[in-house]
């Protein structure tokens, strides 16, 4: 097995060669290494042929076994290499090298995560039809010197009139625009009246223009002016810490403009991009345009072009999900990630990274600043600035209180074991009587529960089997409104039987537990005449149905909004009041060791969304154990004392940030092979000061996907490379075939 997350020369580490180092080579004949756009854990060597010395982040095509693939030059290949050992680079992407800053984003991210470096590098190519040149239209304009003797018909007069005035249009638009048939522009080409040009058809989108935003508040423009003190002087973490409703956005926007000033450009990250219409929206208000997005739901041609204007320094503002760091941006000026704490930021498959963490990597390569935004900041960004004593890292800026006369909202908790819901039901009475009152105002509110579907078990009343799914050790859900059964794992799904497939009793089976539809079911038993709408994955599939769904919340359209942790991504409703959240413990069990971190976030957040307008807001939240320290936390409104306990818990207990951990995922379709491989990882277990590994044993979901799973932990003190005790480790390990081995760093899923 080779190591992995390094660029290979030969089989063996080593650095770059210097330029000095570079092979005195005839024109044509130097040797590169390449980064080939293939999982492989290696760099290869090629010879440039007829191409000339190539620079650092040149993009070319290679010949690789028998297909042709996408590359980028990392550098001079091994000296002592027999050149006619060696193919030849087939051609040079027309494009400028990318900039020596993201080729090293490349090669760190693959250092870091220890995924191969093919990997990463497909990656930042995915795109690989921006490598061609772009796609041409014909266009029509009047010559500059029109035939001798022209006399022009009334309809080639009004085609003149439109391109005088216009300089060039293809020929459907000027047909439209002068009332004429295709005919008609013909015969004019024909008749020298007009001449054809061929341009490329990727224009450059707008560029952003400076309107006038909304007056800062004080505390806004004290942050707003802490960030701009530092934009110019390269890079600089910023932890922008304002309550839910402080206006961070507008913070953030102020800095943005100062960059597009300097001519440079701006990357947003964002959770839920596609949920962001109302983000968006104030961006447009702002700047005067739209941003360039970059996100799943965006279309290959789009995605092509935007990749493209990054290169070229013509997308002057991207917002997007976490791959949008890996597109070759010509001149990065500012990084900000909203939302930091959020999970969205972890990528779980194939290359598995922290987008919050590489984007602060990537502003550090690229010398410019990054500003990591929350109200409920991630507990390693609050330890990198310094709010338990260490050392800071990052420089934190507050934001304490809400925009205007808006105030944070009263939060209580409803004891579910002294005022339980009626059987069968679960709305707890102090509940629903918030709702009933503020249904008599016009006022809105959330309900809350974060589970998908109808009910998350079903069993047999009568033996008690429970539904799992056929490809995962986990519970079937149901959807009770598709009329499905659904593994939210895989997504396998089923049909519904009321009848018991292991006893076979006849209508047995059993909903237990409640999901967003059951809810919605009580919510219009008990509300018959209330206007209600269910907001999740399942009902919101797209941008343009999450887009409808929040004009009708924003049209007073919607009494009661019942929804899962979609509605916590910042959405803003001036007439929500009450948000009651349903089973608040529902985050808390489990072995994850961000288990109370989280659920304080996320429970912190969806309070967050009432009272953000003139009208006071309430939050309620049903718990079981009103005294946990997240609860407590949650209701005395004392967030960096719990932050403080929960730092203080992991220093104790040397996990991360006070520690490194990984987790390596060993998995395969047969169990035997698996076995197999837990046996030889556990033979060759290394032994080191300051190093724990727990397992490998089977996890927790060790049946998923049709895969058998097993985990191990290497736990290490904060000063132990911990990557090359992993690959010390694999070194020496020899896995069957049909086994395969990831590597996740700072793993936030322990399933």
Request: a neutral charge.
């Amino acid at each position: 097995m080779t190591q992995r997350g390094q660029t290979f020369r030969n089989g063996s580490l080593d650095d770059h060669d210097s330029a000095d180092d570079a092979l005195a080579a005839a024109p044509g004949d130097q040797v590169v290494r390449v980064a080939v756009g293939v999982p492989v854990d290696r760099a290869f060597d090629y010879v440039t042929g007829g191409f000339g010395p190539l620079d650092r982040g040149t993009i070319v095509t290679v010949p690789f076994g028998p297909r042709q693939l996408n590359g980028i030059v990392l550098g001079p290949g091994d000296r002592n290499t027999a050149r006619e050992s060696l193919k030849a680079v087939i051609r040079c992407a027309p494009l400028p090298p990318v900039s020596d800053a993201f080729v090293q984003f490349i090669e760190r991210v693959t250092a870091w995560t220890m995924a191969p470096i093919g990997s990463v590098a497909k990656m930042a190519l995915s795109q690989p039809k921006a490598l061609l040149p772009p796609p041409q239209q014909k266009l029509y304009r009047r010559p500059a010197q029109p035939p001798e003797g022209e006399k022009l018909t009334t309809a080639r007069q009004r085609v003149a009139a439109v391109l005088d005035a216009a300089g060039a249009m293809p020929s459907p638009l000027l047909q439209r625009e002068a009332g004429v048939s295709a005919g008609v522009i013909g015969g004019m080409e024909r008749a020298g009246s007009l001449e054809s040009i061929l341009v490329a058809s990727d224009q450059p989108p707008p560029r952003p223009g400076r309107l006038q935003g909304p007056a800062l508040t004080d505390d806004q423009q004290v942050a707003a002016a802490a960030i701009a003190e530092t934009l110019e002087g390269g890079f600089m973490p910023f932890l922008l810490d304002g309550v839910t409703g402080s206006g961070k956005t507008e913070v953030y926007f102020d800095a943005v403009q100062r960059v597009l000033d300097a001519g440079r450009q701006v990357l947003i990250l964002l959770p839920e991009i596609a949920l962001s219409a109302a983000w968006k929206a104030r961006f447009a208000e702002r700047f005067g345009v739209m941003p360039q997005e970059w996100h799943s739901d965006v279309g290959a041609g789009e995605k092509r072009k935007l990749w493209r204007f990054a290169l070229s320094g013509d997308a002057s503002v991207v917002v997007g999900a976490r791959s949008a760091l890996f597109l070759p941006f010509a001149d990065l000026g500012l990084i900000v990630v909203d939302e930091e704490h959020e999970h969205a930021y972890k990528q779980e498959d194939k290359v598995i990274y922290q987008a919050r963490d590489m984007a602060v990597l990537r502003a550090r390569l690229e010398s410019c600043p990054v500003i990591l935004a929350s109200a409920t900041p991630s507990l390693e960004s609050w330890v990198n600035a310094g709010m338990v004593g260490d050392p800071p890292r990052y420089r934190r800026v507050v934001l304490p209180s809400r925009v205007g006369k808006a105030t944070l909202p009263e939060i209580t908790a409803v004891d579910m074991r002294r005022t339980p819901p009626e059987r069968g039901r679960w709305l707890a009475p102090p509940l629903v009587a918030a709702l009933t009152d503020r249904l008599e105002r016009g006022e809105q509110s959330l309900l809350f529960l974060n589970r998908r579907g109808y009910a998350p078990l079903t069993l047999c009343g009568s033996c008690g089997h429970k539904l799992t799914c056929p490809n995962c050790d986990s519970w079937m859900v149901m959807h009770r409104l598709a009329g499905r059964m659904r593994c939210h794992h895989c997504g396998f799904e089923a049909r519904p039987s009321r009848d018991c497939s292991q006893c076979g009793e006849e209508d047995s089976m059993q909903a237990c537990g409640p999901g967003v539809e059951r809810l919605a079911e009580e919510v219009l038993q008990r509300f018959p005449e209330a206007r209600f709408g269910v907001f999740s994955s399942d009902t919101v599939a797209s941008p343009g149905s999450a887009e409808t769904f929040v004009s009708s919340i924003m049209a007073g359209e919607v009494d009661i909004i019942i929804g899962t942790q979609m509605v916590a991504k910042g959405h803003h409703f001036p007439n929500l009041t009450l948000v009651g959240i349903v089973d608040a413990d529902l985050g808390l069990a489990g072995g994850d060791l961000r288990a109370a971190e989280r659920s304080f976030q996320m429970l912190a957040q969806v309070a967050g969304r009432a009272g953000r307008a003139e009208q006071p807001g309430l939050a309620m939240l049903q718990t079981v154990d009103a005294d946990n320290a997240v609860m407590q936390a949650l209701l005395s409104g004392n967030r960096d004392a719990f932050l403080k306990s929960e730092s203080e818990a992991r220093r104790l207990a040397a996990m991360p940030p006070y520690s490194r951990l990984a987790a390596l995922l060993i998995s395969a379709r047969d169990e035997a092979r698996l076995r197999d491989a837990i046996r030889q990882l556990e033979t060759c277990r290394p032994q080191f000061n300051g190093v724990g590994i727990f397992g490998p044993n089977l996890a927790p979901l060790a049946f998923l996907r049709g895969q058998h799973r097993a985990r191990a932990l290497v736990q290490a003190e904060k000063n132990i490379d911990i990557q090359a005790v992993i690959n010390g480790w694999i070194e020496s390990v020899h896995l069957p075939s049909g086994v395969r081995l990831q590597i996740d760093i700072d793993p936030y899923n322990f399933l």
